[in-house]
């Protein structure tokens, strides 16, 4: 069997051409080095998921870069919001990306990427930061794995529906749905993966008998600060993505730096280690 291929970026936050987010950080040449990297894998991936955080103010302008800087992906590119972004006007940039929905629904879809299925779950409360999973949403996910209970199935949010103990995320995580998600998905142990935005770090945790997981941003990441009271801080540390590959019989995750490295060299010559 064809091994299949997921890659998730997160977190992008793009701004206006030439604006600064937080003003320090150009997050455009962050996300072009992460789309070379992801065309420098040497199997390419069946499609591109990208869990939240599209742009920083959910703008037309912002979406409209994003769209300029994600152009050389030849691959289905799958978007979801976070809570930096606006639904309907994520609708209104990107009218041809059909699996959005309707204007004034939640952005859930579910499309197959080659032997894995994609399940997207909406975490976002529009006008504030945190997250929750009402029972509607829960209701639709519920509906969505009784129908393909035979399958390896993905699920993406933006929010991740554990504590990461950095308090200050936590504060503005996933506040209300956690515990009934969870339940949901020990109940299809089909489910392979539940994958998460937000942290802008990559953070892995056992949840509902599969793992739960976050990743790197392309540019900027979440500070490591396990206080409780640690103040609210980004840095500059090694950006990356994920790859999550599907053999046909387990999920394979994968943590892919983002930019230049040299390299690959060899191990061996003529036969030997090189000494």
Known sequence: ?????????????????????????????????????????????????????????????????????????????????????????????????????????????????????LLTLDTCVPGHSHGTLDAERLDWLAAQLDACSHEPVVIAMHHPPFRTLIGHMDDIGLLEGAAELEALVARHPNVERVICGHLHRAIDVRFGGTLASTSPAPGHQVA?????????????????????????QRLVTHLAASGDFEGPFPFHENGALID
């Not at 962050?30 to 703008?59: E, N």
């Not at 490591?224 to 046909?248: K, N, Q």
Request: zero cysteines; proline letters at 8%; glycine letters at 8%.
């Open 224 to 248: 490591l600060d396990l206080d409780p009271a640690a103040p609210s801080a980004w840095m500059l540390e090694p950006p990356g993505f994920r790859v999550h590959a599907w053999d046909g």
């Open 1 to 117: 069997m064809t091994t299949s291929l997921l890659v998730q970026l997160t977190d992008l936050h793009i701004r206006e051409p030439g604006r600064l987010a937080y003003g320090r950080i150009d997050t455009a040449p962050y996300l072009k080095r992460a789309v070379k990297s992801v065309l420098r894998l040497r199997q390419a991936p069946d499609a591109v998921v990208i869990t939240g955080d599209l742009s920083d103010f959910g703008r037309a302008a912002e979406y409209a870069h994003m769209a300029e800087l994600l152009a050389p992906l030849a691959m289905p590119i799958y978007l979801m919001p976070g809570n930096h972004d606006d639904r309907d006007q994520l609708r209104r940039s990107f009218p041809t990306h059909s699996y959005l929905g309707d204007a004034g629904t939640f952005v859930q879809y579910s499309v197959k990427v080659g032997g894995l299925r």
